[in-house]
């Protein structure tokens, strides 16, 4: 399979946690505590000098960082916050303890070289892990997730009174799983990343929702590391992206462009190689490859043609002269534009019953430089930082940047599925990315999205998550109004992934309500035992004897964190939440129930931990990554 640019130049403080002795502190007032130190952060001032009235709305300060003012931790915390969701510290692969081994290198670079192999390494890849065994485990919960399309098209599209997204329950469970338990992160961030950007509205309660178990397995995670090209038709004949984009009804009597149009614009070459409505004779082509030149970005026109190469790409639904209903990719000759067509430079000729218009369509697309540049701009948002280098104009060229345009140039080799190689061509781009100077040095340019903080959370703490029969729908009621819903985007574009989009005030107070349920077991069904188990015996037991505010705080920082925190004030509110404060009789002067090197009761022990916890994983050091 060739196409023609295959070979062409690529151009290269305030009063908090009051309270009586032994008592427990509020909700509201370890809410407040964790607003009160993460807005001091982002202002950058000290949380002694900050004062909160307990009827004033909350303040979250600003929404960027300098990133100067926060310091840079180990590389193992970077690179399990990037490219895993976050430490584990009993996990074999993924604890720091097992990324700093020094018999995986002499120095932290060569540590995550070691580490970074590994996690793209087919082999180990392949093995079975402690996710897979909870996710068959949980079978009988999880029933969708092995059926082939035509059966879950059967039994929850068309069986009456089926829950149609049945399928997409079990795939989000199935994803938290994987992300808690799997030691293979790399590849669970990969997946996470391509969900996105082939993003889908998987809650409609019919097509996408019925056949979600199919687009996961079938469609995303075998190439999650592997060719673009092949996922992509993979993609694009999914019954999901069929219906979602609406090439299920896209036929030459009844035109729709909708999938063309965003195959380009979001899916490969991206808004800045697009442009506009002008002729598309008038835009500069690449060097002529088998005397053909294809142009250096799209025009109206090509998404119109593009549309028509797609026509009769649809579902086999019962529908229109479909042979069958079984809810799998059918192409349906009578449908399909006969006619030849000129997309983007390369003249296909007419009908030849074969698919070859809309095969050629990805051909050019998956092999465009525009689509090299436009993909892994979005790679290192990822996995980098928000500080991807800029696009070009239009068929302009951009500065060099050697990072970049080796990743760039390595996606080009490998773009082409009949290329020795060419089935790691994610993995050798990641590669790239994920060993370069830019990911060693930067930190503090992102936070974490909702799904991220709850992943990393989960896998810092104890937790155990046993499957139910309502798929953990209190967590997910808790997790949604966060206002990143698991495959839930309605929109084609995949949700942002840059450190403003979720700094806002609604998003940090709900994720930080979602971490205090959680650890006060809120996702937890005793009764039955079923849910997410946070359990306080199991959080003291931990902590081996410990029993002063001072030592108790300093050994969940660094088991969350696996670092100091960067403003020695907000290691002291910690502390404070273990102390208690007892205003007395007078209400204007308050002093610490324990002094920070005292001995405390089980008891207060037991009651103000818990609280504890939840503001370190709202503390801005939690959020970063």
């Not at 908090?16 to 607003?35: F, Q, W």
């Not at 997910?476 to 949700?495: C, H, K, L, S």
Request: aromatic share 10%.
């Amino acid at each position: 399979m060739t196409h023609p640019v295959a070979d062409a130049d690529a151009d290269a403080v305030a009063e908090v946690a009051i309270d009586k002795p032994s008592s427990l502190p509020s909700r509201r007032d370890v809410l407040k505590l964790g607003a009160i130190v993460t807005s001091a952060v982002a202002l950058g001032a000290s949380t002694e000098a900050a004062h909160a009235d307990d009827d004033a709305p909350l303040s979250y300060g600003a929404s960027q960082a300098s990133e100067a003012a926060v310091a840079l931790p180990s590389l193992a915390v970077i690179a399990l916050n990037r490219l895993a969701w976050g430490p584990r510290s009993d996990d074999a692969f993924t604890s720091i303890d097992y990324f700093n081994n020094p018999t995986h290198g002499a120095d932290d670079t060569a540590r995550l070289q070691y580490w970074v192999n590994e996690q793209l390494n087919p082999t180990f890849l392949s093995q079975p892990d402690d996710s897979d065994s909870r996710i068959a485990a949980a079978a009988a919960n999880l029933p969708s997730l092995t059926l082939p399309i035509a059966q879950l098209w059967e039994a929850y599209y068309k069986t009456m009174g089926a829950v149609r997204n049945k399928p997409a329950g079990d795939t989000r469970v199935a994803t938290l799983i994987r992300a808690v338990y799997s030691p293979k992160q790399l590849r669970e961030v990969m997946v996470d990343f391509w969900h996105n950007h082939f993003s889908i509205y998987a809650w409609d309660g019919a097509y996408a929702g019925a056949t979600w178990a199919s687009y996961d397995r079938d469609a995303i995670r075998p190439y999650a590391l592997g060719n673009f090209r092949a996922m992509l038709e993979a993609v694009t004949k999914s019954t999901a992206m069929l219906f979602y984009l609406d090439n299920f009804i896209n036929q030459v009597a009844g035109f729709n462009e909708n999938w063309s149009r965003e195959l380009m614009e979001l899916h490969t070459l991206g808004t800045e190689n697009y442009f506009g409505t002008v002729n598309p004779d008038t835009v500069p082509k690449y060097p002529p490859v088998n005397d053909v030149s294809i142009a250096v970005g799209y025009t109206d026109e090509d998404v119109y043609e593009g549309a028509a190469c797609f026509t009769g790409w649809r579902v086999n639904n019962g529908q229109s002269g479909a042979p069958g209903n079984t809810g799998e990719f059918y192409y349906h000759e009578v449908w399909h534009d006969k006619r030849g067509k000129n997309f983007m430079g390369a003249k296909f000729p007419g009908f030849d019953a074969q698919l070859r218009d809309g095969l050629s369509v990805l051909d050019i697309l998956a092999g465009h430089p525009g689509t090299a540049r436009y993909i892994v701009r979005k790679l290192w948002r990822r996995l980098i930082g928000d500080n991807a280098p800029e696009p070009a104009a239009p068929g302009a060229t951009a500065p060099p940047n050697p990072t970049f345009d080796a990743a760039v140039a390595k996606w080009l080799e490998l773009w082409n599925p009949a290329t020795p190689g060419s089935d790691g061509q994610i993995r050798e781009v990641v590669r790239i990315l994920a060993t370069s100077p830019e990911f060693l040095s930067t930190w503090g340019q992102k936070v974490k999205r909702p799904h991220e903080a709850l992943y990393s959370a989960l896998r810092a703490l104890p937790t155990n998550i046993v499957v139910d029969g309502g798929g953990l729908s209190s967590l997910w009621g808790a997790f949604n109004v966060i206002g990143q819903e698991m495959f839930g985007r309605r929109t084609p574009d995949g949700y942002p992934d840059i450190r403003d989009a979720w700094t806002n005030s609604t998003s940090m107070l709900y994720r930080w309500r979602m971490f205090n349920s959680l650890l006060e077991n809120s996702f937890y069904n005793s009764s039955s035992g079923t849910g997410v188990q946070m359990d306080n015996a199991t959080l003291i037991s931990l902590m081996g004897g410990l029993n002063t505010p001072t030592t108790i705080a300093d050994f969940w920082i660094n088991r969350i964190l696996n670092r100091a925190m960067d403003d020695p004030n907000h290691r002291m509110e910690v502390i404070k939440l273990m102390q208690g404060w007892d205003t007395g009789n007078n209400s204007t002067s308050v002093k610490p129930v324990y002094a920070a090197d005292a001995v405390m009761t089980a008891t207060d022990i037991s009651n103000r931990l818990r609280r504890m916890i939840a503001v370190i994983l709202m503390s801005p050091e939690f959020q970063w990554r």
